[in-house]
Structure formats: structure tokens, C-alpha cells
């Protein structure tokens, strides 16, 4: 089991030795013919009001790290606490309030809205549910909420193919806080979007976490969007965590080789720097056979015999900073 990196208090998420291993099924009898370990191990926590950034390539299991947490898909092993009461194996009626305190916003802003449905009832479809209002209080509720994300209450009854990419990341985010969670995950919220509209969406909720104390489980493959929302940082390869750290360490003193790679490789907009070029080689592994010892052996320019052979543990590397590697 890895070592758990420290938040002061109760965290409002912490997870410990988180797996998740889909199974393979083949033939007519679908028996199963191996597993594809998505999620192998990992631990962390996240404090009110901070932000987690979990950073990697596709494939690296980032996304259903975050689906894991919420329980939209079952975690196969380890343990899942929410505001220190753990969660993993609560029934669906057991479950039911701590959903309200748990919320996700989806990477694509198009699919993840009913396009059957006004964007208003989409945004009031979780009070509703609860139970938390109803008749006109409903409507007044919602009509706040989209004055809160930049939205015309009068855009209400609208449906989401009269608005732009942008402005359904802001329904999303509205439908997102209408339960008044202490948790959101945000899976790639702005990778669809344009550049500009980025900055506007994350500007927004960097103020709606100052405003309402919100804790952000924030998924991105795109470090410098991670860099500018986040307060600490997790990089994932093939399942594990491989470097915990906050942002300023992370980004000026790297420990993981495969953290170093994936920062050689962000451009820099001026002609004038010189950098060493990134010699990462190849995609990512399959998950279905990972690599043995250190997953990230096969394309460390740095590996040695030891790493082919024993897995590296998560372990302290300096002030809050975590890695896991042998030559470290």
C-alpha cells in the first residue's frame, strides 16, 4: 500500500489504495479472460477548499480515478472516505445524501446535456430529485444559478443547441452546484473549448471556490491549465500515482522521470529559450499487461535492472513532495 500525503483537519476526500480492475470476457459463456488494472493503488487526499490536480497521458487512468470516487463505477479495492465517513460500500439508498455532497462536471458540454430538455430543467433536475425544492422556489433557484455562472436567467428555457461550447460548460457547472456540494470533479472541463473560453471558465471557478469554499478534484492533460487552477498536483502513469506534490515543487523541481518528460514537452511561446529536448518514446503501455516493476521502465531514459523487477513505492521525498522511484 502507498503512503497517504497529508492534509491538515479531515480532508473532504480521502482515498486509500483505490483500484479498479475491469474484467475481460470472451465467447458465448462471456468468461473472463484477464483484467485491465485501470486504477492499481492509488492514494490521496483533498482538503476544503483545495484543489488536487490529477495530471497524465491518456490512458493513465485519470478519468476513472474520478468516476471511482463518486461511485458512477464501482472501485474493485481500497477504501473511499467523504469528509471522513467511508463511502465505499454504501447501498444506493445508503449512498443517496452523500451524493448531494459530491458532484461532477463532464469533459464534453455537449454530450453531457439532454438535448430533449430545457436547459433550466436540466439545472434544476438535481433539486428535484432530492427533494431540496420545489413549484416556483425551484425556478427562483435556478434563475440564481445562472446569474452565478455568467448566464440570462431569461436563457432559462432555452435548450442546449441554442448555446455555444462555453456557455454549456457553464450550464454544466451550474447543474454542477445547484446541490451545494463540498466536492467537485472536474474531468477535462475545458478541454473542449477554445482557448479564450478556457480562461474564462476557469476563471469562474476559481471564484466560485473562493465564494463557496469548494474542494475541486481537478483532471486534465494539460499542465499549464493544471498549473494555473490547481494546489497541489498528482501525476498518474498506467494506474499509479508517480509524483505528489504542490504545483510551485512540481513544476521547478521535478523528482519522477516521467514528470521531467512531460514538462520538457509543454512549449514555450518564446524562440529565444533553449531547452533540452523531451526523449519520451512511444504510448502508453496497455493496461491489460502492464509492464512488470515500474510501469514507466520501458520508456525511462534513466531505467535501470532494479526498476524492471520491483515496484516502486509512493514514498517521501522532500517537504510534502512524494515520488515513486527507484533512482530518487
Do not use: W
Amino acid at each position: 500500500m502507498q503512503p497517504e500525503p497529508h492534509v491538515n483537519g479531515v480532508p473532504v476526500l480521502a482515498v486509500h489504495d483505490l483500484k479498479k480492475h475491469f474484467p475481460i470476457r470472451t465467447g458465448l459463456l462471456q468468461r473472463a479472460a484477464g483484467k485491465v488494472f485501470a486504477v492499481d493503488g492509488v492514494s490521496f487526499s483533498i482538503g476544503a477548499g483545495e484543489t488536487l490536480g490529477l495530471v497524465g497521458e491518456t490512458g493513465s487512468g485519470k478519468t476513472t480515478v474520478g468516476r471511482t470516487v463518486l461511485r458512477l463505477i464501482e472501485p474493485t479495492a481500497g477504501r473511499i472516505e467523504l469528509a471522513g465517513t467511508d463511502i465505499t460500500h454504501l447501498d444506493r439508498s445508503a449512498l443517496r445524501p452523500y451524493r448531494r455532497q459530491m458532484q461532477i462536471i463532464f469533459q464534453d458540454p455537449f454530450s453531457s446535456l439532454d438535448p430533449r430538455m430545457s436547459v433550466g430543467d436540466i439545472v434544476a433536475e438535481p433539486l428535484r430529485v432530492h427533494g431540496l425544492a420545489s413549484g416556483r422556489e425551484v425556478r427562483e433557484r435556478v434563475a440564481q444559478l445562472f446569474e452565478r455562472v455568467g448566464l440570462r436567467p431569461a436563457q432559462m428555457d432555452y435548450y442546449p443547441h441554442q448555446f455555444s461550447g462555453g456557455q454549456r460548460q457553464r450550464i454544466g457547472i451550474a447543474r454542477a452546484l445547484a446541490l451545494r456540494p463540498k466536492l467537485i470533479v472536474a474531468d477535462e472541463p475545458v478541454s473542449a473549448l477554445d482557448v479564450s473560453i478556457q480562461a474564462q471558465v476557469l476563471n469562474l471557478m476559481h471564484d466560485l471556490q473562493q465564494e463557496m469554499g469548494l474542494s475541486y478534484l481537478f483532471i486534465s492533460h494539460n499542465l499549464a491549465v493544471v498549473e494555473h487552477i490547481s494546489h497541489r498536483i498528482a501525476v498518474m502513469y498506467l494506474g499509479r500515482i508517480v509524483e505528489y506534490a504542490d504545483k510551485r515543487t512540481l513544476f521547478t523541481r521535478p523528482l519522477h522521470p516521467y514528470t521531467e518528460q512531460l514538462l520538457l514537452a509543454v512549449p514555450v511561446p518564446d524562440p529565444r529559450v533553449k531547452r533540452r529536448r523531451p526523449v519520451l518514446q512511444g504510448d502508453v503501455p496497455s493496461p491489460i499487461n502492464p509492464p512488470s516493476g515500474c510501469h514507466f521502465h520501458t520508456r525511462c531514459p534513466y531505467a535501470v535492472e532494479r526498476c524492471r523487477v520491483e515496484v516502486p513505492l509512493l514514498r517521501e521525498a522532500g517537504a510534502g513532495q512524494m515520488v515513486a522511484c527507484h533512482l530518487r
